[in-house]
């Protein structure tokens, strides 16, 4: 009994480190939370697929994915920009589709060529690329952005449509992109490691004949460890359908979510980083 037991606990060991949709972060990648922790089960969706992100076999960050929506929740990551050109490649996850498919992004033609997956089998299980063609006054927000990664595979690996929301034109390349860099910049001085959750609420429009949310809010937040015995944090929320961001601190967004999400207490880091 007992060894069948071990078997079993092995087994799973086994499937969780060979696959990138996992059963949890804290025991798949856990590397890319402040003291391994995510955010708690507050934010999670009825369909969830947890994706430890994968390319040319590298993890460079975390999404929560919202199967029925087919947008991300959330995506967690390191800061460390450095400057350099934005990649133009599209991806999607195929192991969104089944756990036999590769276990790290690829584009919808490698799909097909490869494996001869129909871009209307890939699109059963995520958003493809088609869904966010003929778009007006919206276009592809990331939600963990190019521009915070120091190279090109790490920027590429952000062009993955798990980590992709209906984000509104002008919040997008105006307040959002100013969030991204201007305030990223300002608030990292004397940052050591930079820890960055960033979301999308539900909303209840949705584009491409209904099959992919439009979120109402986008929000970030960041932990950032000064020393190991100080650490700072802030955060921001735009509402989708206008240029404008307003900051917060941690503690004032986790319970402006609470209320949005409408299920339990939201917490999205340690208690490590303070909410103020
Ligand atoms: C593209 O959008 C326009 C206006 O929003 C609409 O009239 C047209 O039918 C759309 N085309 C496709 C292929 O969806
Ligand atoms: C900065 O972070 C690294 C780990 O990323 C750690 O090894 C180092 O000790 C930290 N430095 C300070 C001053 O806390
Ligand atoms: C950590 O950083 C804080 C704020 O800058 C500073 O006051 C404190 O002396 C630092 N502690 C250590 C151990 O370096």
Redesign the pocket.
């Given at each position: 009994m007992l060894s069948l037991l071990l078997l079993q606990v092995l087994a799973s060991c086994l499937w969780l480190g060979h696959s990138e949709v996992v059963t949890s972060f804290e025991s798949s990648c856990p590397q890319f939370f402040f003291r391994k922790t995510p955010p708690n089960e507050a934010l999670e969706p009825e369909n969830p697929a947890w994706i430890c992100q994968r390319y040319k076999n590298q993890y460079y960050f975390a999404t929560l994915y919202d199967r029925s929506r087919r947008i991300p929740v959330y995506s967690a990551y390191l800061y460390q920009p450095a400057a350099g050109k934005r990649p133009n490649t599209w991806l999607v996850e195929p192991q969104l589709i089944g756990p036999t498919y590769p276990k790290t992004m690829e584009r919808e033609w490698t799909l097909l060529n490869d494996f001869s997956i129909s871009v209307e089998e890939i699109g059963k299980h995520q958003a493809v690329l088609q869904d966010y063609k003929n778009l007006t006054g919206l276009n592809r927000g990331h939600l963990n952005p190019s521009s915070h990664h120091p190279d090109s595979s790490s920027r590429t690996a952000t062009f993955t449509l798990t980590n992709i929301v209906p984000q509104n034109e002008k919040l997008n390349g105006g307040s959002w992109n100013n969030y991204e860099q201007q305030t990223m910049i300002r608030n990292t001085q004397g940052c050591?490691?930079t820890y960055v959750v960033v979301g999308a609420v539900p909303g209840n429009n949705y584009i491409a004949k209904g099959r992919v949310n439009k979120p109402s809010y986008i929000w970030a937040s960041a932990c950032c460890?000064v020393?190991?015995s100080h650490r700072k944090t802030w955060a921001v929320i735009a509402e989708n359908d206008r240029d404008e961001v307003e900051l917060l601190t941690l503690g004032e967004l986790e319970d402006t979510l609470t209320l949005l999400y409408g299920r339990s207490r939201v917490s999205l880091f340690d208690s490590g980083c303070p909410r103020i």
């Open positions: 050591n490691n460890e020393n190991t």
